[in-house]
């Protein structure tokens, strides 16, 4: 059983919490009647995949840490297709990406609220 202070309980917090408002920004921005806003959600997607990349630990995460870079990574590059030359198509790979990391986090967040 593992044991999970409150601090690290309040990180897996926050970190499900930006990726929830990420999986939302994604979501959004997929859908064509959201182009007015594209500006906005894409900026607000590649503050919170930036953060979600400040949380990394490279040295200590391994494998797992390298693969979220690699992942928040083609997020943003996602993002910034779809603002800057309106190319949408790998939006939802990125959509995809996030859901299932999001997944995970709830499921870790769980198990340490618990």
Known sequence: ??????KMVKQVKIIEKL???LE??????????????IEELAVRVNKITTLLKNT?????GGDIAKNLLHLYNHVQYASIRAHDHKDFTAI???????????????????????
């Open 19 to 21: 990726l929830n408002m």
């Open 1 to 6: 059983m593992e044991i999970y202070t409150k």
């Open 92 to 114: 939802s790979s990125a959509h995809k990406i996030v859901k299932e990391i999001n997944e995970g986090w709830t499921k870790l967040a769980k198990e340490a609220a618990a």
């Open 24 to 37: 939302t920004d994604l979501n959004a921005l997929s859908k064509p009647e959201n182009l007015d806003n």
């Open 56 to 60: 990394l630990d490279l040295e200590k």
